[in-house]
């Protein structure tokens, strides 16, 4: 199995960004989601959808980071508006199997079982 992260870089702060990931090899996947760790920091949990489209995001992201799927082509997206030197991090993707239409409930401390190789994000001041 297979998790690439694409569309990190370089943007100034109040810009937008849109990550992209893509999952290869998988059966089924009911979870995927976002996490990033910043420079000196742990990881941390942005956002996480399940196959049914139900979503959850960390406070700090709610109202600027749209999390979306295709389904068919295991495709995640991140929509990242509204972004704040704080945002800057390595952004990485993740996926799994945990039963239908189900994000495992400890999902943003433990994450998910497959993980990209991340993509680093600089937000400019």
């Known amino acids: 199995v297979q998790v690439m992260e694409s569309g990190g870089g370089l943007v100034q702060a109040g810009g937008s960004l849109r990550l992209s990931c893509a999952a290869s090899?998988?059966?089924?996947?009911?979870?995927m989601g976002w996490f990033r760790q910043a420079p000196g920091k742990g990881r941390e949990g942005v956002a996480v959808?399940?196959?049914?489209?139900?979503?959850n995001y960390a406070d700090s992201v709610k109202g600027r980071f749209t999390i979306s799927q295709d389904n068919a082509r295991k495709t995640l997206y991140l929509q990242m508006d509204s972004l704040k030197p704080e945002d800057t991090a390595t952004y990485y993707c993740?996926?799994?199997?945990?039963?239908?239409?189900?994000?495992?409930?400890?999902?943003?401390?433990?994450?998910?079982?497959?993980w990209g190789k991340g993509t680093p994000i600089t937000i400019s001041s």
């Open positions: 993740a996926a799994g199997w945990y039963g239908d239409n189900y994000c495992p409930s400890g999902a943003f401390d433990y994450g998910l079982d497959y």
């Open positions: 090899g998988f059966n089924h996947i009911s979870c």
């Open positions: 959808i399940a196959t049914d489209g139900s979503t």
